[in-house]
């Protein structure tokens, strides 16, 4: 199947031009094409404390138990280091940060 997919691009003359990052902006758009739902807001209603003290340390089902750090500039911190690492995504952000126990 592949193989029919690498003829069928054969017939084309095209030229593939790397694109550093901050001339890139087509995947950045299409990551922002559609709004992100926030549930953890949606869960905690009125009471963000509680949704809070449940977030810091639940048992998981893959880890035993997991940390979400309570100080929002730690948490952006976190953010931006995996961040800088590449721009592959949201889910790569998210599964990256994932894999360290962080949620």
Do not use: C
Not at 6 to 18: A, M, S
Request: aromatic letters at 8%.
């Amino acid at each position: 199947m592949l193989i029919n997919w690498f003829d069928t691009l054969l017939q084309y003359d095209f030229k593939v031009v790397h694109l550093p990052g901050v001339d890139n902006i087509l995947p950045d758009t299409l990551s922002r094409l559609y709004e992100i739902e926030d549930p953890v807001n949606e869960l905690g209603g009125d009471k963000p404390h509680l949704l809070n003290r449940a977030a810091v340390k639940l048992p998981s089902e893959d880890k035993g138990e997991y940390m979400t750090p309570s100080d929002p500039e730690e948490r952006k911190l976190l953010l931006l280091r995996e961040h800088i690492k590449g721009h592959f995504g949201s889910d790569a952000i998210y599964h990256a940060l994932k894999r360290k126990g962080i949620y």
